[in-house]
Structures are given as C-alpha cells and as structure tokens.
C-alpha cells in the first residue's frame, strides 16, 4: 500500500478529514512501508551526492521501522553513511547511559547496527546543566538549520495528542525548548521507569515549529487506545490542546495508522456518513447500533424517521426498517446464552454454540496468570458447573508486576517459618529491603513467578479445576526480568502448539484485546493465531471453536458481540471472589495504568456496564454480562 502524500478530503470517504492518512491491517505492515520510503529517500540523495536529514522519534511506534532499516542495512546493502539524524526530544535530567534515555533506545535500536557517522548522530542532551538550557536549545535549532533542514520527519503521538514531547498547550510557533511533561505522558511510560514517582517531570524536545518546517513529516499510530486522538488530530479543529492538530498547516504530511487506531475516524465508526457502503451483515448490525446510540432508543422503536435522518436511508432500500430492527434484535437477542460451553438437547440454532457434544473440552489461555477471572470469571465459572473439562493456559509468569514488597513479605515469612531454609533468602531480604524498582534478579524474578502461581491455583481450585488441568507455559519471549519483552521465537510457538495438540480441545477461549499491539496480550494473541493457522487442517481442529475475550481495558462493540453470558448477582460475587486470590494485583499495582480502581471495580463496572447496553438497546435486565467474538479460521 503506497503511504505517498495524497491531499486530505479529496474523496467522498475522506471528506470529514484534514490530514492525508493511510490504513493498513496491522502496524507491521505500516511499519515496513514507512520503512521503504525513508529507504529510497536515502538512496535517492545518495544519487544526488547529497545528504539525508532525517528527524527521529522513539516510544514503542517507531521499533518495526527501525528494525527493517537495519534488516535492509544488512541484507540489501542500505548505506547510511549520508544519514544526518535529528531526534525530537529527550528526558531532562537524563544520562545517556541510563537505560531510559533516547540515545540508549537509539543506540540499541537503530545507531549500533548501521554505518552511519557517529558525529551525524543528534539527539539532544540531558545532561546540560539548567542554566545553559536556552542556548543549548538555540544551537540544536541551528544544527538543524546548518544541515539543510529536515527531509523526512517520523512522528508518533501520546494519548494527549502531542508530538514529540509538545504537550497541549504548546504553541503553534513554538522551538527546541525545556517542557513539562504532562500527567498522562508520565503515566504512559512508568512501566519502563518501574512507577510515575521515577518518570521525570520535564523534557527537551523540538517545538512544534520545528517539526512543521520539515520537508515530509510521517506520523505513526497504533492501537485502539491512541484512535480518539488520532481522530481529533485528523478531524477536529486545530486545537493547541491538540497539538497534532497543527499538522493540518503542513502540505506533505501523512498519517500511517493500524486498523485499532483508526476505528474512530467517520470512514470507519461511521462509513455511512461518507458515501455509499458494501452493506454486510456486520456493518447492518453496526449501523443499528450506532443509531440506538444517537437516538437513545432501544431497537425495536427506531422509526423510519430516524434511519433517514442519521444519514441511513441506503438502508431502507433493502429492507423496511421493521425487518432492520428485527434482524439485529433477533442476532443480539441469539447471543445471549447461559450456557457457553452449548446447552445439550438444544436448537443449536438459536444459540451460539453447539450442543454437541455436550460435554467439551475447553482451553483458556490467559496472557498473564488472573486475565481469566478478570477477563471471563463468571464464564469460567459456568463452564466448571456444567461439566465442561476446563484447561486453564497461562502464557507468561507475570513475574515483572509483582511488587518488591510482595517478594520481600513472602521471604520473609518463609525465612522466620523455617530458619534453617538457605541462606540466600537472607542476602535477598537484605536486597529488596527499601527498593522500589524492579530488580533483574534470577532469584527474585523465580519468586515472583511462583508467587503468581499459587496465586492463580487458589484462584482456579476455588473454581473446581483440577492442578492437573493448569498449565504455566512462562513462554520464553516474556522471561526477559525487564518490562522490554524479546521478540518470539520458534521456542513460543512449539510451546503454544504443543499443548494444544496435546489436549485436542473442542473450545478455545483466547485474550483478543488490541489496545497495546506491543503489549503482552497482543503478542501472545499473535503467537495463539499464528499457531491456529497451522493446525488449522488438523483433524481435531475441525471440531474447535475459538472465542476472542477482552475485558482487560476494554469490551466487544455490542455489534461485534457473538456470545453473551449474563452473570447474576452471586455469580459477580464469585467472579470477584476469585480475583481476591490474586492477592499481589488486587490492590493499585505498578502497571494498572491511569485508572486507579482496584481490577475487581474495574473489571464488575465493566461487566455492569456492558448488560446496562443490553438493557438500553432492549434486552432483558441482567446484573452484568461478559461477552465474546467468535474467530473463524
């Protein structure tokens, strides 16, 4: 797919758009062609005898990119020896030693790995005492100047909307500068900082004048938790609360998103207010749902009136909106199902799953050792009671979010319970004593892992699993002690294969959140897929059903809902019950993020909310829901 500029708004799809933007089904893709046109840019000065100024960016956006120019450095014989590098920003005060610093992320992604000259390399210094910062500032500014400007700017963008570290409020004319990071900037990068209370507060970054003088600015965007944003820069007004709003102004500027990312913008929330549309089932469904939305009304009461007046008459050239309303209340109403696992005896016809066979052997894989209670607990629960033999797969030890605390209690308990235990528990109590971050410590991190364990066997033995029906895959790309994960091998895919083939499972339940696509979750669903699509021909694969989950972050759009297992009040109770068991993540923990509800609240408001939809749209009343997207493969 070619990412050329192309001016925004040109086409009827496009219309509500002010920045050229170019989707693509998943952000390695996206990040290969960002890859290829820095590529030919380089080689196209190369011809010319001239120099490349090309302005960086880091964060988690940019890794694939810089992974194919080292790929194509290596293999294709991609020289840099022309390369001028400028980077956006970096943290103040900052070691560049320090392994949260840019020009370690730089080095260690990029720079190590390529021909290019060392004194081409810029990024700016964090070491700079504070009252040099202005005229520090000034020469980066000149450099940049010096060097012909800029030719290919990469962008990524925080949840605030900024650029670089340019956070709301920064000014349209504004240059290299000493900023404030804001709340939410902080937030985001407290896992690679071990907590908020170590993310420094300031920043040296270039100002949104600087990034607007370059000659071609390319600005990346994954995940569904950077889509609000991506659709007010796009969209919405230029805004300086919005700083990648003030993209608007630049003529060669192209935003390169994943699907997730794009999933607020009009052509895709809402494709029926750009044009015409391929009218599947799917979409039907979406649009009804997206109607009842508007109107607040529940499905059965959208008139006439209301598809013609939200922009959805095309519909009504099909079918009257009665039969329109029917068939999605009819769809929703199907998903709905006390029994997941199949009702024996039943009419598999108005239910989700099958009847048969009637008792199943089911899989659940859960990304880290509580996404199954939190995720799917009161689904879990269901299965168990009904007599499904229920596997429970968890994929990483979680070790990293285990508090110091939580270790050091556990040592210590041990050490005074058996004093004669080995004396290393000694040296270890005396190391985590007073330490907040995270240690990369074998031993440590083995507790940990152990500790979250049996934590998860409380959890699944008050659920009636079996220890012999838990399993703990610590798939090896997670076991790093780091939050930085390895990219997997053939190691994490033997492993995932192995057990599946292994137990021949007639139900899979897998994690299918896609806020983070650098998360664990999304890895390991990538692993889970990518495995699918290998045994797929297998004989016993032809009687396995998948079921995608969420629930970490987020839930099913209610037209993407396949199944619907309602939970009454005791069954919550059970479900939050279970999560108890997790003891060193049911209170605020490192990663929980800006939400600083416990997992339990978070996890019963979500599952409240999700039935309060139900009941809005005109489903029966339920105490809360949990839901699941059938994957076909």
């Not at 598809?307 to 199907?334: A, G, I, T, V, W």
């Not at 998903?335 to 239910?351: A, M, Y």
């Not at 209670?373 to 168990?384: A, N, Q």
């Not at 499972?505 to 696509?517: K, M, T, W």
Request: glycine letters at 6%.
């Amino acid at each position: 797919m070619n990412i050329s500029y192309k001016s925004p708004g040109t086409l009827e799809e496009t219309r509500f758009e002010k920045i050229h933007s170019v989707i693509f089904n998943d952000s390695k893709n996206a990040s290969l062609e960002v890859a290829h046109e820095i590529a030919d840019l380089i080689k196209k000065k190369q011809k010319q005898n001239k120099n490349c100024v090309l302005g960086l960016a880091t964060g988690s956006s940019p890794i694939s990119v810089y992974q194919e120019l080292v790929r194509m450095h290596e293999e294709d014989d991609l020289s840099f020896k022309n390369v001028i590098t400028f980077n956006l920003d970096e943290y103040f005060p900052m070691d560049k030693d320090d392994i949260n610093s840019y020009h370690h992320f730089m080095s260690i992604h990029l720079f190590d790995h390529i021909d290019i000259n060392k004194k081409n390399i810029h990024i700016p210094n964090g070491n700079i005492s504070i009252e040099k910062i202005n005229e520090y500032c000034a020469t980066y500014e000149k450099q940049i100047v010096d060097a012909g400007g800029i030719d290919f700017q990469l962008l990524g963008i925080g949840r605030t909307g900024h650029i670089g570290f340019n956070e709301p409020g920064s000014n349209y004319s504004s240059l290299t500068r000493l900023v404030h990071l804001d709340y939410m900037t902080r937030n985001d990068a407290r896992k690679s900082f071990y907590g908020i209370e170590n993310v420094p507060t300031t920043a040296i970054t270039m100002g949104i004048r600087t990034i607007r003088k370059s000659k071609r600015i390319v600005l990346m965007a994954w995940g569904n938790n950077k889509s609000s944003v991506v659709q007010k820069a796009i969209e919405g007004e230029i805004d300086s609360n919005i700083p990648s709003s003030f993209l608007q102004k630049h003529n060669n500027v192209t935003f390169v998103l994943d699907e997730a990312a794009s999933d607020s913008l009009t052509r895709i929330k809402s494709p029926w207010r750009t044009g015409s549309c391929d009218w599947n089932e799917e979409l039907k469904a979406k649009a009804v749902a997206w109607l009842c939305e508007q109107t607040e009304k529940s499905i059965l009461n959208l008139t006439e009136s209301d598809y013609n007046e939200y922009n959805l008459s095309e519909l009504l050239l099909r079918k009257s909106y009665y039969d329109l309303n029917l068939d999605f209340y009819k769809r929703l109403h199907r998903s709905i199902t006390g029994w997941p696992g199949g009702k024996p005896d039943s009419d598999d016809k108005v239910r989700p799953e099958r009847s048969s066979p009637a008792k199943k052997r089911v899989i659940i894989f859960s990304p880290h050792p509580d996404d199954d209670v939190i995720s799917m607990g009161g689904t879990f629960d269901r299965l168990v009671s009904q007599g499904h033999e229920v596997h429970i797969v968890y994929q990483t030890s979680g070790n990293i979010a285990v508090n110091n605390s939580d270790v050091l209690k556990f040592l210590e308990v041990t050490s005074s319970a058996f004093p004669n235990s080995k004396c290393e528990n000694k040296e270890l109590i005396n190391m985590l004593k007073g330490n907040n971050e995270i240690l990369n410590h074998p031993e440590v991190r083995k507790i940990a892992g152990i500790i979250r364990e049996k934590e998860s066997l409380a959890a699944t033995r008050f659920f009636g699993i079996p220890d012999s029906q838990v399993h703990f895959l610590k798939l090896p790309f997670y076991e790093t002690g780091t939050v930085k994960k390895n990219i997997p091998t053939e190691i994490d895919f033997d492993i995932t294969r192995d057990i599946i083939t292994n137990l021949k499972p007639h139900q899979i339940y897998a994690a299918g959140d896609l806020a983070d696509p650098h998360g664990t979750h999304k890895v390991c669903l990538d692993i889970f897929l990518s495995v699918l699509d290998d045994l797929k021909n297998k004989s016993f694969m032809k009687d396995c059903w998948v079921w995608l989950y969420r629930g970490a972050w987020h839930e099913w759009p209610i037209h993407l809902i396949d199944m619907a297992v309602p939970m009454s009040p005791n069954q919550v109770l059970r479900k939050r019950k279970a999560i108890f068991y997790h003891q060193t993540q049911k209170d605020n923990v490192m990663f929980q993020g800006d939400d600083n509800r416990e997992f339990w609240v978070r996890t019963e408001d979500r599952n409240r909310a999700i039935a309060k939809k139900f009941r809005d749209i005109g489903m029966s009343d339920y105490t809360a829901i949990e839901t699941f997207k059938r994957y076909h493969f």
